[in-house]
């Protein structure tokens, strides 16, 4: 029985961490890696997939929170408004998170003159570029991905349970009669 048990974990294990993976490459598939700190903790939260416990096995799949967002977009406040349950009102994205961003994408400008012959430095143009961009993304919101519903949905979920029911039915059978 304990063979039994233990190979199921071990179908089980195999089969989610294929799911954490494709997880990790949806998001790579999408272009959404700017600095690879969402694929990375998609990753590390998900270090204990699968627990044995009274009842049986518990699959759990940790996301970053923001995972939602990243999947199904943001709604702007001026512009496409109606793509996501999830809508920009008065706050702009802040302006650090879009400083991160410019850093990990290699937006660094150099400083210059103004038209008027005044040099300005380039933390004064970084953060007049990193507002646009905030600007923009409130105003337009950001695009669905899609990345977690095209690798977590209720026709995989099946496929899984039907896959399971195959391997498993009399190892399942089984444990209710022994119980």
Do not use: C, H
């Not at 380039?122 to 600007?135: K, L, P, V, W």
């Not at 695009?143 to 391997?167: A, M």
């Amino acid at each position: 029985m304990n063979e039994l048990r233990d190979k199921l974990y071990d179908s089980l294990l195999d089969y989610w961490q294929k799911i954490v993976d494709d997880l990790v490459q949806s998001l790579y598939d999408v272009g959404r890696v700017a600095s690879g700190a969402t694929a990375q903790s998609i990753g590390d939260l998900n270090t204990n997939l699968i627990n044995i416990t009274a009842q049986g096995f518990r699959v759990t799949i940790a996301m970053p929170p923001y995972y939602e967002f990243i999947d199904e977009g943001v709604s702007g406040a001026k512009r496409n408004t109606g793509i996501s349950r999830f809508k920009y009102k008065d706050k702009i994205p802040p302006i650090s998170a879009i400083r991160r961003f410019m850093l990990n994408r290699g937006i660094n400008p150099t400083p210059k003159n103004t038209k008027s012959g005044k040099r300005r430095d380039a933390e004064d143009i970084r953060n007049s570029i990193a507002y646009a961009i905030a600007y923009k993304i409130w105003s337009d919101g950001l695009q669905p991905t899609n990345f977690y519903s095209k690798v977590i949905n209720d026709p995989k979920l099946q496929e899984f349970e039907r896959r399971l029911l195959e391997q498993y039915s009399d190892f399942i059978l089984d444990i209710i009669r022994i119980e």
